[in-house]
């Protein structure tokens, strides 16, 4: 019982995956049939992320209030209809006005989950969780990829809702699985609620939110964008880039495999810093102008990504104790896409005004103030 909810939860994240790569990899295409600037994607991940930071910080409430399982299985239903609604989109603002459930669905449910296993497993367990969002952000570049060679990318979405609701029909079929870790009901069902000012007032949890939001700027604007660096500066047609999208996936969902090797043995903060010295060395390769470097930087980058998101989330119960930890990891949630909400649409204003090709020196400012913070909550947490 113990293996197999773990396995509905692994299930779980890969419905959390599914939708988050979609966007990126059709954008060349909606973008030309809408007749909106190469920046307007900004503003549907904006909207996206907007949402996910009010579920984010409404998870723990949520949590305590109803349960994991309940949250797990509402949010996936909730994103489920918003991609099929994406892809009746008719008009730009159509995108904008679906983005809002997709994002009020993704955030509640990662809060929740993140937290469940930070509780109740081990650290190889939560990279292995990672590895299969991984799996979804994987598999749907390569459904919108078909779905633009041989019909339009509106049937790409729709594709990737169908997975969504049959994910969530076998969520609700395995609900009495979720009675295994029995000690989740005190954890989810205690009265007490930290809440932001409460967390700000822990030693270290402001540096800590300071570095996951810069991963999650770099993470998020990688994902977003490197369809579009590779046509508009390697000359990569819009189908192929839309397939080589998913580059980034590859690297950051085998690195979470490989992670969960050697990620008990090494510790999460040691962990967190080989990523980023990682995702820095693929920063340098995509800066050189050629394709096929380009193209295997990203999957530097997406290696040295692996470790970093899942290690923070891990680390939080033990930094800050079990008893604050939902608290805590929800407004984590919500810090992180503020970075996610701000900081893609930001490059894209950039890249408008200057050119994509800056790409580089924008990701690495993040990487760096990401070791900057984890450094400073270490000592924070170790004083």
């Known amino acids: 019982m113990y293996l197999l909810l773990l396995a509905v939860i692994y299930l779980a994240f ?4 599914l939708p988050d790569s979609l966007l990126g990899s059709a954008w060349p295409v909606i973008r030309a049939e809408f007749d909106v600037p190469l920046s307007y994607m ?3 991940s904006m909207i996206i992320s907007g949402g996910t930071i009010i579920s984010g910080l409404m ?3 949520l949590t305590k209030k109803t349960g994991t399982r309940t949250v ?3 949010s996936v239903l909730l994103t489920a209809v918003a991609l099929f609604g994406f892809s009746t989109a008719t008009e730009f603002y159509h995108m904008c006005l679906w983005g809002i459930p997709y994002g009020l669905g993704a955030g509640a449910i990662d809060a929740a989950l993140n937290n469940y296993v930070a509780l109740h497993y081990n650290s190889r367990h939560m990279s292995w969780l990672h590895c299969f969002w991984g799996v979804g952000t994987i598999i749907s570049p390569y459904i919108m990829s078909y779905a633009l060679t041989h019909t339009v990318w509106k049937n790409g979405y729709s594709m990737v809702s169908y997975l969504q609701f049959g994910i969530a029909a076998v969520l609700l079929i395995t609900l009495p699985l979720w009675k295994v870790n029995k000690s989740a009901g005190t954890q989810e069902n205690s009265t007490g609620v930290l809440g932001i000012k ?6 270290g949890v402001p540096y800590l939110l300071i570095g996951f939001l810069s991963y999650c700027a ?3 604007t990688t994902m977003l964008w490197a369809s579009s660096y590779l046509e508009g500066t390697r000359g990569i047609s819009k189908e192929k880039a839309a397939a080589f999208g998913s580059l980034f996936f590859i690297g950051i969902t085998a690195g979470r495999f490989l992670s969960g090797f050697i990620s008990d043995k090494l510790g999460d903060n040691k962990m967190i810093r080989l990523g980023t010295a990682i995702a820095l060395t693929g920063v340098v390769c995509i800066s050189i102008p050629s394709g096929v470097i380009s193209m295997a930087g990203f999957v530097i980058i997406g290696l040295g990504c692996a470790p970093v998101y899942p290690c923070i989330i891990h680390s939080t119960p033990k930094n800050f104790g079990a008893e604050n930890s939902q608290g805590i990891i929800g407004i984590q949630m919500a810090s992180a896409y503020v970075g996610s909400t701000f900081m893609p649409p930001l490059f894209g204003l950039i890249a408008n005004h200057a050119s994509l090709k800056v790409l580089p ?3 690495s400012f993040f990487l760096i103030l ?7 909550t270490e000592k924070a947490c170790n004083s």
């Open 14 to 17: 890969i419905s959390l995956g």
């Open 42 to 44: 900004g503003f549907i």
């Open 59 to 61: 998870s723990e409430r």
């Open 72 to 74: 797990t299985i509402v």
């Open 198 to 203: 409460g967390a700000l007032k822990i030693k």
């Open 218 to 220: 770099a993470e998020a």
């Open 361 to 363: 020196v924008y990701l």
């Open 370 to 376: 990401l070791l900057v913070m984890i450094s400073k």
